[in-house]
């Protein structure tokens, strides 16, 4: 697996060598940093289009006081020592959520994000394709654009990324000449956060030309347990990629985090584990395969996007008993009882003094909206799903992506004369995943789909968490895709639940007149302005 190796001047690799545990592999973790300082490294690394140890240089060196020579990076002989204590009193699992570590994982594919995303315990921050370009050449070596190769997917496929890439590269000057005739500068909004917002139109436009094998950075926070967890994971996954990133992350924590990660590499404790994790897979898609459901219905056909409510549970009572269960001094039973013989009017009343005046989106009633659920059944392009997977609490479960579900090209993509060569893209995207996965190459195949492909995925989440999602997601500032579900979401919820649907009052519902980012780019300008 090729990746570029970075290059320093001495100045710099000396300014850089304390707070980093090697400078010349693509998994590194932080050390000798206050964490505050690493939060915001991982902030700036979204929309920042370099290495997190370049922007380390250009934006944090000068701010941060040299470490003392000699300074202790990792845990130490001594921490050491009182781990393994300690872990023979209260158990490994228990001491392990108890300590964490900041790790960078540098040019990996998006589809690997999507793994490295999959635990639920962990805090990630990944390149935004809303704010990178993917028009220009990675360093030398390997150079040329942005994508994972592998010696494995045969030249044919890095022609195909390459001419996907070329798509992309020649649309996005065009696409960005569009978006400012169709939407020029107005007076109150500054140049400089008129052409991000134009930059960013621009990319949410032509992001489902990119492929799944384009490459971005992530920066992670877990604890050792969540760690573990995931280095399992990796090393069970049929990709070598993930496989490959897996030993690296490993390796990066042994120097930080050692005692935490013991088990991983004995034969008997993370050996077996991870053989459990492959054979659960396999055993799943054996399963798949004697019941015959392991092949897309040709029948259907491409099936559009889509938005299915499955099930649900709980009902008003649930709600009203649930949300008041903390406040009273009697069994739930009885609190069943006595919301049971209220009126409508009176329902409604006392719902909404529990849920409270919420001048904001971030002020969610208590736990007790847990207790009804939902189960989606969502069809929706690539690039939406990467969005909605990282909200960590609720289960997503996804299927493989394929070209089968199809791929629409955007309606602006259109109107800026782009429509043609997008289409383009996506039929030399699915031909290159049809040659792989007649190679043998299924998982593999992945890699060259273009991310307006649509996915079914699931979303089983409680009340509260639909709340947070539909109305974070549902803001005029996101991406047209993905607040389509958002929408669609709220709409089937409050026709089972109107109780429920009612108390999201922040769904924005609204289009915005101009560029959807114009008003985030405007506040960004007007902080900067006042921090000046």
């Known amino acids: 697996m090729d990746y570029p190796v970075e290059n320093f001047t001495d100045a710099e690799r000396e300014r850089l060598r304390p707070h980093f545990t090697n400078l010349d592999r693509p998994v590194f973790a932080l050390v000798n940093l206050p964490e505050t300082v690493k939060a915001a490294l991982f902030a700036r690394y979204s929309r920042y289009p370099g290495t997190l140890r370049r922007l380390f240089l250009e934006e944090f060196a000068d701010d941060l006081p040299v470490p003392a020579a000699g300074a202790e990076a990792g845990e130490g002989k001594r921490a050491a020592q009182l ?68 010696a494995s997917l045969g030249p044919a496929y890095e022609r195909a990324m390459d001419e996907l890439f070329g798509i992309y590269s020649r649309a996005l000057p065009r696409v960005c000449g569009w978006a400012e005739r169709e939407f020029p500068r ?8 008129h052409t991000r917002a134009i930059k960013a139109k621009a990319f949410d436009l032509l992001r489902g030309l990119l492929p799944a094998s384009s490459l971005s950075h ?26 490959a990133y897996g030993h690296m992350i490993l390796d990066e924590l042994k120097q930080v985090i050692p005692s935490f990660l013991t088990r991983v590499e004995r034969p008997e404790r993370g050996g077996q584990w991870a053989s459990y994790l492959q054979a659960r897979r396999q055993a799943a898609e054996r399963s798949a395969m004697r019941l015959g459901l392991d092949d897309a ?32 001094a009697t069994s739930e039973e009885r609190v069943r009882e006595a919301v049971a013989a209220l009126n409508d009017e009176t329902r409604a009343e006392l719902l909404a003094e529990l849920a409270g005046e919420r001048t904001n989106r971030r002020y969610r009633p208590g736990r007790g909206l847990e207790a009804l659920r939902y189960r989606f059944e969502i069809v929706a392009d690539y690039g939406a799903f990467r969005d909605l997977q990282r909200h960590r609490m609720l289960t997503i479960q996804w299927q493989s992506l394929t070209p089968d579900l199809g791929a629409d090209v955007p309606e602006q993509v259109e109107l800026a004369g782009c429509g043609d060569d997008y289409r383009r893209a996506l ?15 299924a998982t593999a195949a992945a890699y060259a789909l273009c991310l307006g492909y649509r996915i079914r995925f699931v979303l089983d989440l409680n009340a509260r968490e639909a709340m947070q999602l539909i109305e974070l997601r549902s803001g005029r500032e996101g991406h047209p895709s993905y607040r389509a579900v958002a929408h669609e979401m709220h709409a089937q919820i409050s026709a089972v639940h109107p109780a429920v649907g009612a108390l999201m009052t922040h769904v924005d519902r609204e289009a915005e007149p101009r560029l959807e980012r114009i008003l985030a780019e405007m506040r960004s300008h007007a902080r900067a302005a006042a921090g000046a």
């Not at 960078?104 to 921050?125: D, F, G, H, I, M």
């Not at 107005?186 to 956060?193: C, K, L, V």
Request: proline share 6%; with cysteine; hydrophobic share 40%.
């Open 297 to 328: 219905d040709a029948a259907d056909g491409p099936t559009a996007a889509s938005v299915t409510l499955l099930r649900f549970e709980g009902d008003e009572d649930d709600l009203l008993a649930a949300m008041l269960f903390e406040a009273v």
């Open 83 to 150: 781990y393994e204590r300690i872990f023979l009193g209260y158990g490994d699992d228990s001491v392990a959520q108890l300590g964490g570590a900041h790790v960078a994982c540098e040019w990996v594919s998006n589809v690997l994000t999507k793994v490295l995303q999959r635990p639920r315990l962990a805090a990630y921050l990944e390149q935004s394709t809303r704010y990178i370009a993917y028009d220009g050449p990675m360093p030398d070596p390997p150079g040329g654009y942005r994508y994972y190769r592998d």
């Open 218 to 243: 992530m920066g992670i926070f877990a604890t050792g347990q969540s760690y573990e967890q995931l280095i399992l994971h990796l090393l069970a996954h049929p990709l070598p990629e993930a496989q």
């Open 427 to 441: 039929e030399i995207s699915r031909e290159e995943y049809e040659r792989l996965a007649d190679r043998g190459l």
């Open 186 to 193: 107005a007076e109150d909004e500054p140049a400089a956060a």
